[in-house]
């Protein structure tokens, strides 16, 4: 019977040995398929793949990108229920590599590095796990955690752009089967490269999946933040777990590194100065006993809509930060975009009433004619926003404004983010060609209007210094009101410098510039009337 109840024993293990060993290979297999897939497609890039679609493909290529999917699902749930002894395991392709990592509660915290890893000569990335990572999986239910960590050396599986990924690296990470986030101590991962990164913005993203409509997911810097502590390294700040890379996107014109402390202080204090003109302005009309006339009505929904643009641009920067919500940084983005939409809008009214008064004198009469153009001015910017809005919220967002290091050391090297329109379709439309427009027609008005009062001047139907005056205010009008925006058309090449320093300096200051026209349009029909009053007295008295 020991003979026997020996061998039992010895069988028995035998088979759990077997079972074990075919358990921890499930994910090595699953990880050859993923092998075998981007081989075979490896030929087929985005672009080929987005020409099928358009030729009626569609079908096609929805299911590769829901296989795509499928696989990386399959492969995180293998290696989530591989059964392996000892606290870690290993496993390894020629471009995917798996780490499974047993937790307990007392974990104090984890680094990884590419220098352990079989087959990568150098150190290429690295991961570091703070020790707050099990908290909160540990404070529901104390148990036994699993932390898979999955590398591709390979953009394929987590492609939907035509931006490039830095070394084509995507690092992965996921702990059991919840959802980490919100961490006050970042994970930190480092990607080295030994290329040349001049000429291209560098983002921290990672993989928001259900973000696309298609594709599986899209690539999003929310809750990363980009620095580069040395010229040949990119270090990624992230409070979540999730799939991460760096995202490289050409940038002909980068900010220079140096000049982001003065134009930052620029535009504090000129957005600063001109919200408190745009609420004096207000207050000032406001607590007038005569509310004005539609002109003056007109400025003040500029000054308005300035001061909005202020505000919101005053708050997008600290909000585009990682502790700040991702919700709360959409809904900045888009009130910004709308600020400055109405801005431009009522920008275009000042230029289309300018007209009226010098073209067709006082001969016309609309019929409700304030009421009309403010629907064009908040009604027109309200409804393209909202429509972006319900149709891709994703378009608003932290976007992060390139910067270059003419040092060459790169310490200290961070982007600076903003929330604002991340689509460059949208950006270049309903923000560089609404502006264009916009700065056109004041343009076009401007040149007309001075060749009017030029005519009226040569007719001697005006004297002299009523014309002379009369051009100084179309000038001025015309100018506060569009003109200093069309320098955003002239950040290229030798222009870009002065055009930063122009364009932060007059358009940060552009509420106070309309608050000084308020002013003296004020004082200039104050005089008016009292000129009135005394021609009225004087033909009082001769009577």
Known sequence: MDCWGTFFLCLCFMTSQSETVETSQEPLLWMEKLEVM??????????????????????????????????????????????????????????????????????????????????????????????????????????????????????????????????????????????????????????????SLEGYTVTCVFWKEGASEH?????????????????????????????????????PAPVPGELLAPLTYISLVGCSISVVASLLSILLHCQARKQGDSITRIHMNLHASVLLLNVAFLLSPALAMPPASGAACTAVAAILHFALLSCLTWMAIEGFNLYLLLGRVYNIYIRRYLLKLCAVGWGVPALLVLFLLAVKNSVYGPHAIPLSDSQGNGTGFQNMSICWVRNPWVHNILVMGYGGLTSLFNLVVLVWALRVLHRLRAQDKVPNTRACRDIFTVLGLTVLLGTTW??????????????????????????????????????????????????????????
Not at 225 to 246: D, G, M
Not at 524 to 535: C, D, L, Y
Request: net charge positive.
């Open 38 to 195: 981007a081989r075979s497609h490896n030929s087929t890039s985005l672009a080929d793949q987005q020409r099928k679609a358009r030729k009626g493909f569609l079908k096609e290529v929805s299911t590769k990108l829901d296989q795509k999917e499928s696989l990386i699902r399959g492969l995180e749930c293998k290696l989530l229920n591989a059964s392996f002894r000892g606290s870690n395991l290993t496993l390894q392709t020629p471009t995917i590599q798996s780490l499974i990592f047993k937790l307990g509660c007392n974990f104090a915290g984890l680094s990884l590095s590419s220098a352990t890893m079989k087959g990568v000569p150098q150190v290429s990335h690295a991961m570091q796990f703070p020790a707050e990572l099990t908290q909160d999986a540990c404070r529901d239910s104390p148990r036994e955690l699993r932390l898979i960590c999955i590398y591709f050396s390979t953009d394929y599986f987590f492609q939907n752009t035509n931006s490039s990924l830095l070394n084509n690296y995507v690092l992965g990470a996921q702990l059991g089967h919840g959802h980490v986030s919100n961490l006050s101590e970042p994970i930190n991962i480092s990607f080295w490269h030994n290329q």
């Open 215 to 251: 594709y599986w997911g899209l690539w999003s810097p929310e809750g990363c933040r980009t620095e580069k502590p040395s010229p040949s390294q990119v270090l990624c700040r992230c409070n979540h777990l999730s799939y991460f890379a760096v995202l490289m996107q050409l940038s």
């Open 486 to 543: 069309a320098l955003a058309f002239f950040s290229f090449g030798v222009f870009l410098l002065p055009q930063l320093f122009l364009f932060t300096t007059f358009n940060s200051l552009y509420g106070f510039f309309l608050f000084l026209w308020f002013c003296s349009q004020r004082c200039r029909s104050e005089a008016e009337v009292e000129a009135e009053m005394e021609a009225f007295s004087s033909s009082q008295t001769m009577q």
